[in-house]
């Protein structure tokens, strides 16, 4: 492990601590301008979603309408009523993308294994950069918005759903998690994943607001364009 990472993880409530959390629960708004070419263009409006911290699980509720919900179990995306009931099942979600373009529409489920995945991803880094098979390499600083931030490179193994093999994470001089660049699997284009309002949660750091903008190829993200996605997230419950 690198020091960064060492830094990093204590920054965000530590990593013995972490060890104890079972689940995070949370309340969710998701859109941004990239939903509307995937034709999904409502997003999320304040749905309750509850994230698995020991294996990869995602529940939203309701979704996609009042009176259902959506599960994420390792990359099998289900659709179900309330009373657990399915609707939808899909199996190799990821399988489903393959040809997709910019402006290919998505499907309840593949927006559902989207969110899914990715909300996993969030809500557990740093702490997720710890787990088996991850690795970690600290590469030059970025200079941005006044600040100099310091840079892993991270290296995901085969098997977990994540944007991407390969990114780049973007700590503060607190150790925050401040920025994090992909280029998702599912979808095209590079992207900047900022992070802002970072509150304290019964221990742990998590940002309240997120922001996922354009990356062009020279690595300057357009900032002052409209956002790929944006997540604006409150009451969160690690237990």
């Known amino acids: ?13 530590g990593l013995d601590n972490w060890r104890r959390v079972n689940t995070i629960d949370f309340r969710l708004t998701f859109r941004g301008a990239a939903l509307a070419l995937k034709q999904q263009p409502h997003g999320l409006r304040n749905v309750l979603v509850k994230i698995d911290a020991r ?46 373009e910019r402006q290919s529409p998505w499907s309840e489920s593949q927006l559902l294994y989207f969110v899914g ?10 702490f997720l950069l710890a787990n088996d098979g991850v690795r ?6 970025h200079e941005e918005h006044g ?16 944007h991407c093999s390969e ?14 660049d992909y280029t998702p699997d599912v979808s095209r284009g590079t992207a900047s994943h900022y992070t802002f309002d970072h509150q304290n949660f019964d221990g742990f750091i998590f940002p309240a607001h997120r922001r996922v903008v354009q990356r062009e190829p020279n690595g300057q993200t357009l900032f002052t364009a409209p956002s790929i996605f944006r997540l604006d997230i409150e009451s969160v419950v690690p237990s």
């Open 55 to 100: 294996r990869p699980r995602t529940l939203i509720t309701p979704y996609p309408a009042p009176g259902s919900r959506g599960v994420v179990d390792n990359g099998r995306v289900t659709i179900e009523t309330d009373a657990g009931v399915k609707t939808s099942v899909l199996d190799e979600p990821r399988k489903t993308f393959e040809g997709h």
């Open 136 to 141: 970690c390499e600290e590469v030059a600083s």
């Open 117 to 126: 995945y990715a909300l996993q991803n969030y809500m557990t880094m740093p």
């Open 167 to 180: 990114q780049k994470v973007y700590f503060n001089e607190a150790g925050y998690l401040v920025r994090n």
């Open 147 to 162: 600040q100099s931030w310091r840079v892993l490179k991270v290296n995901f193994p085969s098997g977990i759903h994540v």
């Open 1 to 13: 492990m690198t020091d960064l990472l060492e830094k990093v993880l204590h920054s965000h409530g």
